[in-house]
């Protein structure tokens, strides 16, 4: 993955362009520590293969995954950057895809390798957000009386 800061005027903006075969939440994780983020939003387009995403089910306390092990167009890849209440960064992103077949998919991002590109724009926040476990639903919810 490469980068670039394109503004730094309290919130840094960086344009980050992965490379074939990235995955992107390691490359993301691995960006994030390097800059020491603790709080951002993103938004990318391109396109991905071997994706895997997912829907929550509350009763059960889990996602449904889907896996996707064909080539497809990211319509829209949106999330924002937190961090545990270890001081770790917490990806959550959602994607719609679009098949070749003109479907559209989407849910919660898991996993998914780059090709031929994705191209992310990702803005800092000048305070943390930390996510912390919720014992209702079991999920790392924001919460804003942390950090």
Sequence with gaps: ??????????ARRYAL???KGDEVFA???????KEKITAAHFNALGALSDLTFGW??????????????EGVEV???VGNLATT???EP?????????????????GHFFEGHVWPTLEMVLVTASESIVRKIDEECGLPLIDLTLG
Excluded: C, W
Excluded at 27 to 33: D, N, P, V
Excluded at 57 to 68: A, S, V
Excluded at 90 to 106: E, F, M, N, P, R
């Design 85 to 87: 209440e270890a001081g």
């Design 17 to 19: 362009v992965f490379d």
């Design 27 to 33: 490359e993301l994780l691995r960006f994030a520590q």
């Design 56 to 69: 929550f089910d509350p009763q059960r306390k889990e996602y449904k995954r889907f896996d996707i092990a």
């Design 90 to 106: 917490k990806l959550h992103a959602h994607v719609v895809i679009g098949k070749s077949d003109g479907t559209a998919h989407g």
């Design 1 to 10: 993955m490469k980068s670039k800061l394109i503004s730094d005027n309290g």
């Design 75 to 77: 319509m829209s890849f």
